[in-house]
Every structure is written in structure tokens, then in C-alpha cells.
T-cell receptor
Framework: EPEVTQTPSHQVTQMGQEVILRCVPI?????FYWYRQILGQKVEFLVS????????KSEIFDDQFSVERPDGSNFTLKIRSTKLEDSAMYFC???????????????FGAGSRLTVL | AQSVTQLGSHVSVSEGALVLLRCNYS??????LFWYVQYPNQGLQLLLK??????LVKGINGFEAEFKKSETSFHLTKPSAHMSDAAEYFC???????????FGAGTRLFVKA
């Protein structure tokens, strides 16, 4: 069964360092997403990406965050200068279609746990 | 704006007992509603979805959910819990024309032998 893969599974970094989290979405999916889950809290939407541009982003997704689809298969989330409060599990997801064409079912990766010291 | 509230961060049931996980939503337009499950060290997996076709929705692993517009609820049930059902369950909502799915805080289900 097709799956979304994420790397690394766990990354530890120092505050102020740049981090790149990588995702390989399902190959025929067109919509890509990043969510995060701070320990013990809800899964929060960060950003959606379609047709090589951001389609929607949350207030969490400020200037220190960026996303890119550099080569047609990878989808990356970059955090420019990490803060302690960025420590969380980051989930990548993809979907075949957006909600404009019916219910938008997300397929999630297993997550990348980011620990900022 | 749409939102989801899950009542109870933890639910504990005995094996073979009824599972009931509660979800209420808030939306200004008819929503799409989902239940996802997360097993340890894994991503979220779709259990079932409501798309306005039928109010009672059946999902995988014997779970089902009923959409009740008058109560703005979408509670998840399973008649008989199994040890393998122990996981975290998330209710979620999305809207036509939008790109984001909003998740509830999750309910961790414990199943006792």
C-alpha cells in the first residue's frame, strides 16, 4: 500500500539552528501538508501546498518556516532558526484532491520528532 | 471558523465492552467529518469519513460514527472493544473549498483485559 515517508524520524538540534524535515508524499497525490503536534496537545495545521505554491497557512507558519518541493518527489519543511517551542512531532500528509472535489482524505507519514535544546 | 471538540482526553473500557468516543463540531456550513486513529510511533490513519451521503458511517475495524446535525455531533462507537483498539483517536473537520483539516485534541483509548 502506498505510504508517505518522512525523514528523519528524530532530530535533536540546538536553539537557533536551521532544520529541514523531509517527506516523500504518495506519488499520484497533488496536495501536500505539514501538521505538528506538541507533546500532549492537539494536531495543528501548519501549511498546505498545491501546484508548487502555498495554498493556505496557519498563524503558526510565520517567516521562520518555509516549504519547498524541490524535485517533484520530495516535500520539505524548513525551520530557519529553531526555538525551544518548536519542539514537536511534525507530520507530513498528502491527499489526492482538495476539499473542493469531495472529502479530503489525508494520508499521513509516521512523523519526525524535533527536539530543540 | 470550524472547530472540533473531543470530550474526554482518556477513555478506559474493558475488553468486549462498548466503545464510545465523543466529538462535537462547529461549522457555519455543512462539513466533512473524519475519525483518524494513531497507533504508537505511527502516523494518523483514516478510520472513517462523513461526506453527507449517509448519516451512519461505517469504518474499518468495526468502528462506526453517526452524524447528528441537531446535536452537531459525530461520536465514534464500536460494540465490542478489542485489545488492539488501544490507540489515540482524533476527530477532524474540513470544509468544501478549503485546504486544511482541523483536528480535535484526541482521545486516548485504553482497553483492559
Amino acid at each position: 500500500e502506498p505510504e508517505v515517508t518522512q525523514t528523519p524520524s528524530h532530530q535533536v538540534t540546538q536553539m537557533g539552528q536551521e532544520v529541514i524535515l523531509r517527506c516523500v508524499p504518495i506519488s499520484n497525490h497533488l496536495y501536500f501538508y505539514w501538521y505538528r503536534q506538541i507533546l500532549g496537545q492537539k494536531v495543528e495545521f501548519l501549511v498546505s501546498f498545491y501546484n508548487n505554491e502555498i495554498s493556505e497557512k496557519s498563524e503558526i507558519f510565520d517567516d521562520q518556516f518555509s516549504v519547498e518541493r524541490p524535485d517533484g518527489s520530495n516535500f520539505t519543511l524548513k525551520i530557519r532558526s529553531t526555538k525551544l517551542e518548536d519542539s514537536a512531532m511534525y507530520f507530513c500528509a498528502s491527499s489526492e484532491r482538495g476539499t473542493g472535489s469531495g472529502a479530503n482524505v489525508l494520508t499521513f507519514g509516521a512523523g519526525s520528532r524535533l527536539t530543540v535544546l | 471558523a470550524q472547530s472540533v471538540t473531543q470530550l474526554g482526553s482518556h477513555v478506559s473500557v474493558s475488553e468486549g465492552a462498548l466503545v464510545l468516543l465523543r466529538c462535537n463540531y462547529s461549522s457555519s456550513v455543512p462539513p466533512y467529518l473524519f475519525w483518524y486513529v494513531q497507533y504508537p510511533n505511527q502516523g494518523l490513519q483514516l478510520l472513517l469519513k462523513y461526506t453527507s451521503a449517509a448519516t451512519l458511517v461505517k469504518g474499518i475495524n468495526g468502528f462506526e460514527a453517526e452524524f447528528k446535525k441537531s446535536e452537531t455531533s459525530f461520536h465514534l462507537t464500536k460494540p465490542s472493544a478489542h485489545m488492539s483498539d488501544a490507540a489515540e483517536y482524533f476527530c477532524a473537520v474540513s470544509l468544501t473549498g478549503g485546504f486544511k483539516t482541523i483536528f480535535g485534541a484526541g482521545t486516548r483509548l485504553f482497553v483492559k483485559a
